[in-house]
């Protein structure tokens, strides 16, 4: 069969006619199966979601309760069939919970990766290729000057400020919802013994993935800080917050911006960043290519981002690629993620 049979894009996202399905749907639609808990894949108003339990705790964190008319939850690697289309779950390493698709039917497999990244991070399950026919790919850092440093030398660069400015606060901008709490672990495992804190668009965010297992250390919330207490520490914030009345409190403040697009300077300069710190949750240029390779796929779609470049090279690579064109995915959580009540459609129920 042809594989746009089984999933092609929709304005409402991916769609799978025979499964009667749709996969991070960028609108409310009756069935969806959903990636990961960042606002721009997960939205509210579905009327089912299928997603690893992480990502339903977390949706249900930024949402409430009622974000969806049903929910179900998947672990990872337990296949089932819906309208009989199997269903299969995979670590992408992006985040807490975050998944990848791997839909089968008649022959043919489709991965869908979401956001994804490979290497190691401690606050979440490793990238895990999954062998199929069309493999569908984000391509955020689809460029060759996109390619990420390790992630501990640029914590060494936040420590080793810390220690020659221990006067001054030194404030993190970091995505809400994973990257936030990224940068702690890895401040935790560079030897930082000190509280961290956080901005309180984070605080429930932050307690759920110290509530899941990982090690965060002790995390306070920045409003109830003394001055003195703020010299010398870890303040991390929505990069929003950084020039908003609320970072005016902190002593003479150091500031950084954890973020792959920090590889750009002209970025930094715009944010008024003093610190930059390149750390992505999101493949750069050599690890698509790897993860793509990694698959044995025949076939590469590119959902979004630098989607020309990551197609001309697959092209190059003796592959069938194109672009989807896809709008409504890219940069998630420029702002502090706070939570939306939205209506749900009635209940249903994926299988």
């Known amino acids: 069969m042809r594989p746009e049979e089984l999933l092609h894009s929709t304005p409402q996202g991916l769609y799978s006619p025979v499964g009667d399905?749709?996969?991070?749907?960028?609108?409310?639609?009756k069935r969806a199966i959903v990636t990961h808990g960042h606002s721009d894949h997960a939205r509210a108003g579905h009327g089912a979601v299928l997603a690893t339990r992480e990502t339903l705790d977390i949706m249900a964190i930024r949402y409430g309760d009622d974000f969806a008319g049903s929910t179900q939850a998947l672990p990872y690697g337990e296949r089932i069939e819906v309208n009989g289309v199997g269903v299969t779950l995979h670590p992408a390493g992006h985040i807490l919970g975050?998944?990848?698709?791997?839909?089968?039917y008649k022959g043919c497999r489709?991965?869908?990766?979401?956001?994804?990244k490979p290497g190691t991070d401690p606050t979440c399950a490793p990238f895990e290729p999954v062998a199929c026919d069309v493999f569908i790919s984000e391509a955020t850092f689809g460029l060759p000057v996109f390619r990420h440093p390790d992630p501990a030398e640029?914590?060494?660069?936040?420590?080793?400020?810390?220690?020659?400015?221990?006067?001054?606060?030194?404030?993190?901008g970091a995505y809400a919802l994973g990257k936030a709490q990224r940068v702690i672990a890895l401040a935790r495992a560079g030897g930082h013994e000190r509280p961290i804190y956080v901005h309180g668009a984070m605080e429930r965010l932050t307690a759920y993935y110290a509530a899941q297992g990982i090690a965060l250390g002790e995390v306070r919330l920045a409003r109830e800080a003394k001055p003195a207490d703020l010299a010398g520490a870890i303040i991390v914030c929505p990069p929003s917050a950084m020039t908003d009345l609320w970072a005016r409190k902190f002593p003479d403040p150091v500031t950084a911006f954890a973020s792959g697009w920090m590889r750009i300077r002209a970025r930094a300069r715009q944010h008024g960043v003093e610190l930059p710190l390149i750390i992505s949750d999101h493949a750069d240029?050599?690890?698509?290519?790897?993860?793509?390779?990694?698959t044995g796929c025949s076939e590469l779609w590119v959902t979004h981002g630098q989607e020309d470049a990551l197609v001309h090279w697959a092209l190059l690579a003796g592959l069938r690629a194109r672009p989807l064109h896809m709008v409504g995915y890219g940069e998630e959580e420029a702002e502090t993620g706070a939570d939306v009540a939205v209506e749900p459609s009635a209940p249903e129920r994926l299988v």
């Open 98 to 104: 975050s998944a990848q698709v791997a839909l089968d």
């Open 154 to 172: 640029e914590t060494r660069k936040l420590l080793d400020s810390l220690a020659l400015f221990p006067e001054r606060a030194h404030l993190v």
């Open 285 to 294: 240029w050599d690890d698509l290519q790897d993860a793509v390779l990694a």
């Open 110 to 116: 489709i991965v869908v990766s979401g956001d994804y």
């Open 21 to 29: 399905f749709h996969v991070d749907p960028t609108r409310p639609v």
